[in-house]
């Protein structure tokens, strides 16, 4: 399991990708006739695009709008659709800023599942939403080191409580004080993979994403 042992703490608090008035604005929206039953809703898209932030890929907004949205939304006019993808193309952008200078995102809930499965949890949706960036473009993910990018993923993996019919990733969902120490860590895990896929030990500088065509599979 991803533990951080070895890095230094940090009493930087972890830094808020948009305000409470951006992030009310999406939840209204998301949260609104005016977009598929099927598209991700706050929580969901903030670890989605936390995830694309993190991505050793790009993948280009008008693939990653349709998997978040599933299909075109019914915006009221232009300006409300500009509106709504600036919005959600700035929380990413911070979040790639943020994760940059070796900050840590503010997420969207407390840090703790207080005794509840994380599947139930606002935590296992932000996490499923992390994963559906992963889907993404999959093979980007693992393509370089799939050893070391299913141990950074493991959290993720395990929280989202998208894997639980594995008997493995059941064993260990199992165990609930492992879980709690993971959500506690959650943004210094999403460091970790940042600098796993954007600052390689013998480089001082991220490395340039790669533009792979996006080929990954959804679960």
């Known amino acids: 399991m991803a533990e951080r042992s070895d890095t230094p703490e940090t009493n930087t608090p972890p830094q808020p990708l948009l305000d409470d008035e951006q992030l009310d604005r999406l939840d209204d929206f998301l949260d609104s006739d005016q977009v598929d039953e099927d598209a991700l809703d706050l929580i969901s898209a903030h670890g989605f695009l936390v995830a694309l932030a993190v991505a050793p890929s790009e993948v280009s907004p008008t693939q990653w709008l349709a998997e978040l949205f599933q299909g ?8 409300e659709r500009n509106e709504i993808i600036t919005l959600l193309t700035l929380l990413r952008d911070n979040a790639v800023s943020v994760l940059e200078q070796g900050g840590l995102p503010e997420l969207p809930f407390e840090l703790t599942l207080g005794g509840e499965p994380a599947e139930e949890t606002p935590i296992g949706d932000w996490c499923a939403g992390f994963m559906e960036g992963v889907f993404s473009d999959e093979s980007a993910w693992f393509q370089d080191d799939e050893e070391a990018a299913a141990t950074l993923l493991l959290p993720f993996m395990l929280l989202s409580g998208l894997f639980d019919d594995e008997p493995d990733m059941a064993e260990l969902a199992k165990d609930q004080q492992r879980q709690e120490s993971l959500v506690v860590q959650l943004p210094e895990l999403v460091l970790d993979l940042y600098l796993h896929y954007r ?9 340039p994403r790669k533009k792979t065509p996006a080929k990954g599979k959804k679960r």
Do not use: G, L, Q
């Not at 075109?72 to 300006?79: G, H, L, Q, S």
């Not at 600052?199 to 490395?207: D, F």
């Open 72 to 79: 075109e939304p019914r915006y009221a006019d232009d300006a």
């Open 199 to 207: 600052v390689p030990p013998e480089t001082s500088k991220p490395k």
